[in-house]
T-cell receptor, first 111, second 117 residues
Framework: QKEVEQDPGPLSVPEGAIVSLNCTYSNSAFQYFMWYRQYSRKGPELLMYTYSSGNKEDGRFTAQVDKSSKYISLFIRDSQPSDSATYLCALVPSGTYKYIFGTGTRLKVLA | GAVVSQHPSWVICKSGTSVKIECRSLDFQATTMFWYRQFPKQSLMLMATSNEGSKATYEQGVEKDKFLINHASLTLSTLTVTSAHPEDSSFYIC?????????????FGPGTRLTVT
């Protein structure tokens, strides 16, 4: 069993839809939870991070963490074609700065 | 914001040769840099953690004699793929952490595409 599970997609949605991206994990030692966006053949860029259970909102993006269920989500509201990319969750165990990445979910927003 | 650059962005080399990839933090000093490898449609796999002034720490299964890492200054880490073979063809990405930042954020470079023929 992988430490971090993420559906690879691809996920296709119409423009304006609400997108839900998810990761599950097995290790309760994970302390920080990050979401990165990666365009094709580019390096990842940070969208959001959080370290506690609950919701965190930034513009059209909302990150949600449920530590009891070991489940994290990223919601994108009013999705745009420019949101088409691969979305990676990255989890950080306590006591380290190392990232454990999910496999990434490829998202395509159709105009 | 913090910027990390990589050079070259794309390199083709012949099997058996070595190739060096540079990773630079442009506007901050990075005591720790990370090297990842990403195969097509797969996630980033951490290869090694590079610490300035000391030996790199390699992840299990990564050959340290094949992937030489040098972190000689606070703004530069290099990855040398020695005796490259076609199976080493991949997308190599580095990241750096700003020790003065209060978050766990890593700043990623744009990646280097290596093709071994």
């Amino acid at each position: 069993q992988k430490e971090v599970e993420q559906d690879p997609g691809p996920l296709s949605v119409p423009e304006g839809a609400i997108v839900s991206l998810n990761c599950t994990y097995s290790n309760s030692a994970f302390q920080y939870f990050m979401w990165y966006r990666q365009y094709s053949r580019k390096g990842p860029e940070l969208l959001m991070y959080t370290y506690s259970s609950g919701n965190k909102e930034d513009g059209r993006f909302t990150a949600q963490v449920d530590k009891s269920s070991k489940y994290i989500s990223l919601f994108i509201r009013d999705s745009q074609p420019s949101d088409s990319a691969t979305y990676l969750c990255a989890l950080v165990p306590s006591g380290t700065y190392k990232y454990i990445f999910g496999t990434g979910t490829r998202l395509k927003v159709l105009a | 914001g913090a910027v990390v650059s990589q050079h070259p962005s794309w390199v083709i080399c012949k099997s058996g040769t070595s190739v060096k990839i540079e990773c630079r933090s442009l506007d901050f000093q990075a005591t720790t840099m990370f090297w990842y490898r990403q195969f097509p449609k797969q996630s980033l796999m951490l290869m090694a953690t590079s610490n300035e002034g000391s030996k790199a720490t390699y992840e299990q299964g990564v050959e340290k004699d094949k992937f030489l890492i040098n972190h000689a200054s606070l703004t530069l880490s290099t990855l040398t793929v020695t005796s490259a073979h076609p199976e080493d063809s991949s997308f190599y990405i580095c990241s750096a952490r700003d020790p003065l930042a209060s978050t766990y954020e890593q700043y990623f470079g744009p990646g280097t595409r290596l093709t071994v023929t």
